[in-house]
């Protein structure tokens, strides 16, 4: 999977892709990581990429000349699944659509600032907006570095054992159940007894009773959609 990021703080994004899984990832080539500036597309003698916006009000506007020469030049390189702009006015960010783009092959991703981008970008260039939850963080990039650690997780064979994305908080619905590790005892605190029973149905009953109970208390909106997805399960 190739993504492209077009960012004016590209270094805003790179130690979380210099480490651990996704440094693995993109080095055994599962993704690649494109960033690209549209300042190198600004005609300002200062290349400058933001302006008052029209109208008046506070705060700057990305402008479109520079986002529109770069978006033309990446479109004419090849086809994109899709341009996702990152905005906290879009559609929420879920598990569901991590994985719908895990299956992607070329995608752009446009990372705004200030007030956000000029609305022609978004009418004649962007295909989904996308938020990270209903909170504003100060531009995209951090966003776009949710995002696509989601998605590049994701990609078969990022992860050593493949079975453990099907075990992540909201893989089927469900919060994730609690792990412990070793010792067993710890200042008197014990381990479930079931976990060390070597029984592996009870241990699977038992994380799936956890992961319920949690998900009761915490998102009970997460069950409804569980209930909706057996119920269309069964019916097929
Ligand atoms: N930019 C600023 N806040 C954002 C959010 N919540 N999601 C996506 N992009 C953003």
């Known amino acids: 999977m190739r993504i492209d990021i077009v960012t004016i703080l590209p270094q805003l994004m790179e130690s979380p892709f210099a480490d651990s899984i996704m ?4 080095e055994a080539g599962h993704a690649e990581l494109h960033f690209h500036n549209p300042r190198d597309y600004s005609r300002d003698k200062h290349k400058k990429v933001d302006d008052y916006q029209f109208g008046g009000g506070a705060g700057m506007v990305m ?3 520079p986002l529109a020469l770069l978006l033309d030049e990446l479109k ?3 086809d ?4 996702i702009y990152m905005t906290p006015d879009g ?7 991590a994985n719908f783009y895990s299956q992607k092959e070329n995608i ?9 981008i000029d609305e022609r970008i978004r009418e004649h260039y962007v295909t989904r907006e996308v938020s ?5 963080i ?4 951090l966003a776009a570095t949710v995002f696509c650690d989601a998605v590049i997780r994701l990609i078969p064979g990022v992860l050593n054992d493949e079975t453990s994305a099907l075990t992540d908080s909201f893989q089927d619905d469900l919060l994730a159940p609690p792990v412990y590790t070793r010792p067993a005892e710890f200042r008197g605190w014990k381990v479930p007894d079931v976990l060390l029973s070597g029984n592996f149905k009870k241990i699977e009953e038992w994380r799936h009773d956890r992961a319920l109970e949690k998900t009761r208390l915490r998102r009970p909106d997460l069950l409804e959609r569980e209930i909706e997805n057996n119920s269309e399960k069964n019916a097929k």
């Open 23 to 26: 440094k693995r990832a993109l």
């Open 63 to 65: 402008q479109v000349e």
């Open 76 to 78: 004419n390189e090849r």
């Open 80 to 83: 994109y699944d899709e341009i």
């Open 91 to 97: 559609e929420r960010f879920d598990q569901r659509m």
């Open 108 to 116: 752009i991703i446009i990372c705004g600032h200030y007030k956000g």
């Open 132 to 136: 990270i939850g209903d909170f504003v």
């Open 138 to 141: 100060s531009g995209g990039e």
